[in-house]
């Protein structure tokens, strides 16, 4: 109780500090009463030098003077305590007099307390989140803490001296910073947290934190053989709509402060200034090392993957630096990961896949090579992703399904959730390279299933219309209705959830005239895409380089090129290609230019100049064996492969062309496997069965033709009318007339 003879703090002798309180419960205790509880105005007397409580008003209110840094290091936000009073009982006029103090010194140093508290409170809540990760609660900080801070964030920002939250709020009400019904539910809001923390403590008899919203067990006195430790008290809240009450409140409110990147960068950059002034040593402080972390992410939000990538390394580097190099550390996985995600993005698969290995490693480290973890889970996924996207088709198909089995044993075998949603549609699209449509469709069903069981099966969402257009890619292959049927689907669902002037539902129009080419539907493709970049252009810019609006101009080349109009196709192809550069830039090795590049080059090999058709394509396959790797096998350098073997055909070098379309057929087989049937290895065999014919060996050509022919029908079906079986039993014709072969096949 602060006496004396019971605890000195003034003293030396440690024998005149030994009285240890073990009654009182600890959430009434006062200073002295029990270890660690001795609470200052400067912070606790274990950290701090002691200090008394009892002040008078001048010198109460001069603690404010001092550097507001004093209060931060231990974020105990006691400045913003020492702001907020109330009369209970005394002299009214000492209150007046610390009050009157108050208003002068925030006069003074007002401006930068306010500037300071507040970006440390959203530096606060950005680095400790407010989203429930479990059942066990700490209502202290994931409740109690987050709508204070809150109001008293808006407040500082909204140049209004907040004293309690109420007044704050009422303050706040009357300046018309938000209206009548937000004002509402911040009320219910700050109301919900301060009940629970007051209940908990009360169930927990003191300040034990700990909430859950689980029912309680019943449990027997005394310890089982099986229990090792104490159970802890918890208080079970009875009526959860009050949490969800809370959270539904909450959650928005985190997004909506934290959501302006172009903002929280500028807080970023001031709370670094902030850090240095805290900390002599900052190049290896983890909090700084953090704040790069948060810089990184907002650059990334706003699509500048350069500068993300910046920060992301200067944090990895602060965070080795800190807990050792070769150390297993949350921090040090959350930046390779971070590393990893730009680097996708950029198109560098190679690096990406690099740092997600690494991510990969010290989950395993931390949690077990063989256990199932979240964390364990998403880099498995995202290691399984750059697989698939450096080609590595089948060993991509491995280990996604590794991620699929750990996430489906965390949630629940027969659990609706979005990790395992998103597993099965990545999957169903590794399967769908690999020519395997059944089996792609299979997976993007369930996926499909599991977003509306998610969101709702009348619902219209982002997830379930990006599924429902990879169902019209599968479809496509066997059944052109249902693809264009699930195509329209995924379009007006993209207007439903946005509006028609969306990137999504320009992508939704560019899927829908993909289907539409495919089926030869020339005309209505070209109209897709030309409402796909309209409403890009509408969003981005009549002149604005942007790589969705390079992707529609790609497309109008393809188009018209099948149409013939090979001329027409080498100008939009050439205006992506120039697009493409200017967005990755005009030396990046990226995969958008080297597609261009092959297309160009496509377009030249009709129009007969088959020399610079070549140029075009020992330019994509730089650019390709560039990212994937000089001795990678990957369907795009299988590609460019039988592209030049086209050129060569056509320049009536049958040899080198015959050399072309084998390499690149030997590819196709590596990534798609040997037995697979898949539309290209049927293109491929095809050519090679026509340049083997010019060469004259016809015993070959046929033998090509044949095994074109199988797979187009296992692909199509055996009775099919599809116009590349008819095309290839022509073929098949004229070699067998060659040969002088006659009767049925």
Avoid at 214 to 219: D, M, Q, Y
Avoid at 251 to 270: A, C, F, Q, T, V
Avoid at 613 to 623: S, V
Wanted: charged share 20%.
């Amino acid at each position: 109780m602060g006496i004396t003879s019971l605890n000195d703090f003034y003293s030396d002798d440690p024998l005149d500090n030994w009285f240890y309180d073990s009654v009182t419960p600890r959430g009434l205790s006062f200073d002295g009463s029990m270890p660690k509880a001795s609470k200052t105005p400067l912070g606790r007397s274990s950290t701090e030098l002691a200090s008394d409580l009892i002040r008078t008003s001048r010198n109460m209110a001069g603690i404010l003077e001092k550097d507001i840094t004093v209060y931060l290091k231990e974020g105990y936000h006691l400045a913003g305590v020492l702001r907020n009073v109330c009369f209970i009982a005394g002299e009214q006029s000492l209150l007046g007099d610390y009050a009157d103090i108050l208003v002068d010194t925030m006069k003074v140093y007002g401006a930068e307390i306010a500037h300071r508290l507040a970006k440390e409170m959203i530096f606060h809540n950005w680095t400790q989140g407010q989203l429930p990760t479990g059942t066990l609660l700490d209502v202290k900080k994931e409740i109690y803490r987050f709508p204070s801070l809150a109001v008293d964030c808006l407040a500082l920002c909204s140049g209004i001296t907040p004293t309690t939250v109420w007044k704050a709020l009422k303050a706040m009400d009357r300046k018309g910073i938000f209206i009548a019904e937000n004002a509402h539910h911040l009320k219910v809001l700050v109301s919900i947290s301060a009940e629970l923390r007051m209940r908990t403590y009360i169930a927990n008899g003191g300040q034990k934190e700990n909430l859950s919203a689980l029912s309680a067990l019943k449990i027997s006195p005394g310890k089982s053989i099986y229990q090792t430790s104490d159970f802890q008290k918890v208080f079970y809240i009875s009526d959860v709509k009050q949490l969800f009450r809370y959270y539904f409140t909450a959650i928005p409110l985190e997004k909506l402060m934290s959501g302006n990147y172009r903002k929280s960068i500028d807080y970023h950059e001031e709370a670094l200034k902030m850090l240095q002034t805290l900390y002599t040593s900052i190049t290896e402080h983890p909090m700084y090392a953090c704040l790069l972390q948060k810089l990184g992410c907002a650059w990334y939000e706003l699509a500048d993957y350069h500068k993300a990538i910046s920060y992301f390394e200067r944090a990895l580097s602060m965070f080795t630096n800190v807990y050792g190099h070769n150390t297993a550390h949350p921090d040090i996985a959350r930046a390779l990961s971070a590393l990893g995600l730009a680097c996708k993005m950029l198109g560098d698969h190679t690096k990406a896949l690099d740092y997600f290995q690494q991510t990969l490693t010290i989950h395993r480290t931390l949690y077990g090579v063989s256990t199932a973890h979240v964390e364990t889970a998403s880099a498995l996924h995202n290691v399984g992703l750059c697989l698939y996207y450096k080609g590595d088709l089948k060993k991509s198909v491995m280990i996604l399904e590794q991620a699929l089995q750990m996430r489906k044993k965390l949630y629940g075998q027969r659990t609706a959730h979005k990790d395992i949603a998103i597993s099965l549609e990545v999957l169903g699209g590794a399967w769908h390279e690999l020519g395997d449509p059944k089996k792609a469709i299979g997976y993007r069903d369930m996926a499909l299933m599991m977003y509306r069981a998610i969101y709702g099966e009348t619902e219209a969402h982002p997830d379930i219309a990006s599924t429902l257009g990879s169902l019209a890619a599968s479809w496509n292959y066997s059944d052109k209705n249902k693809a264009i049927s699930y195509a329209q689907q995924a379009l007006e669902m993209r207007k439903t959830v946005g509006n028609d002037t969306h990137d999504d539902t320009a992508n939704a129009f560019n899927n829908l005239g993909s289907v539409w080419w495919k089926l030869g539907e020339h005309k209505k493709a070209i109209s897709c895409y030309q409402e796909a970049r309209h409403i890009l252009r509408s969003i981005h810019g009549k002149r604005a380089a942007h790589p969705r609006i390079a992707v529609c101009l790609n497309n109008f080349g393809t188009v018209y090129g099948e149409m013939g109009l090979h001329e027409k196709a080498i100008i939009y192809c050439d205006q992506a290609l120039r697009m493409y550069k200017t967005v990755h830039g005009p030396s990046t090795d990226h995969a958008d230019i080297a597609q261009c590049l092959n297309n160009v080059g496509a377009g030249f090999n009709e129009l007969g100049d088959h020399r610079k058709a070549f140029e075009y394509f020992e330019q994509a396959l730089g650019i390709y064996k560039s990212i994937f790797g000089p001795a990678a096998s990957h369907p795009k350098i299988a590609e460019t492969m039988n592209n030049q073997g086209y050129a060569w055909h056509i320049l009536g070098d049958y040899r080198k062309a015959i050399n072309y379309y084998s390499r690149g057929l030997e590819m196709y087989k590596v990534v798609y496997g040997g037995a697979t049937a898949h539309p290209d290895i049927a293109v491929c065999l095809g050519n090679l069965g026509t340049a083997c014919m010019s060469l004259g060996d016809y015993r070959k050509a046929l033998d090509c033709y044949n095994q074109s022919l199988q797979v187009l029908r296992t692909i199509y079906g055996p009775n099919s009318a599809h116009p590349f079986i008819a095309a290839t039993l022509s073929l098949i014709g004229l070699v067998r007339d060659k040969l002088g072969i006659t009767g049925k096949p």
